[in-house]
């Protein structure tokens, strides 16, 4: 796996330049029902926004497939999942292989060996910092998006983090 790096200039809405000191988890996120984005187009998004200044939204990886992205330092808060979250974890976003929001096989190969890569810390959603429904498919809110509207998300959100929590670890 190769981690590409793009950072967001400092002082930037997605990048503020605070020190992250002492990350106790890592968040998990995916980046909504957008399975064609790229991990660039995301960092374009969080750089330009739709004024061209930026978004004060980001995270410090973005995987899809094989490909990571680093698009904010490790050492450096990234606004990802609410105050205590951003001041404390590593966001990594994903970019789902469907609209429901499920993560491709080959994805959660790369994010399992970037996991190897950065501190062993506990796994969270940012579902379990602030009650979003993110990542939609591993939570137990139960509105997604299916292309054509809202549907019920299909039962299992909890079992499906747990069974992913597991894939991560078993490769």
């Not at 605070?18 to 909504?32: N, Q, R």
């Amino acid at each position: 796996m190769i981690i590409k790096q793009d950072f967001i200039p400092k002082n930037h809405p997605a990048r503020p330049g605070l020190l992250l000191s002492k990350p106790t988890a890592i968040t998990i996120h995916w980046i909504g029902p957008y399975p064609k984005q790229t991990p660039a187009a995301v960092r374009n998004w969080w750089f330009k926004g739709e004024d061209g200044k930026g978004v004060q939204a980001s995270a410090h990886y973005v995987v899809k497939d094989d490909e990571v992205l680093q698009v904010i330092p490790e050492g450096e808060v990234a606004w990802h999942c609410g105050s205590k979250g951003n001041y404390t974890s590593i966001g990594i976003e994903v970019i789902p292989m469907n609209l429901t929001g499920e993560f491709s096989g080959r994805t959660i190969e790369t994010l399992a060996e970037l996991l190897t890569k950065l501190p062993p810390l506990e796994l969270l959603r940012h579902y379990d910092w602030t009650q979003k429904d993110c990542p939609r498919f591993y939570t137990p809110v139960t509105a997604i998006l299916d292309g054509g509207g809202r549907v019920a998300n299909p039962e299992g959100g909890e079992a499906r983090w747990k069974q992913l929590i597991e894939d991560l670890k078993a490769v």
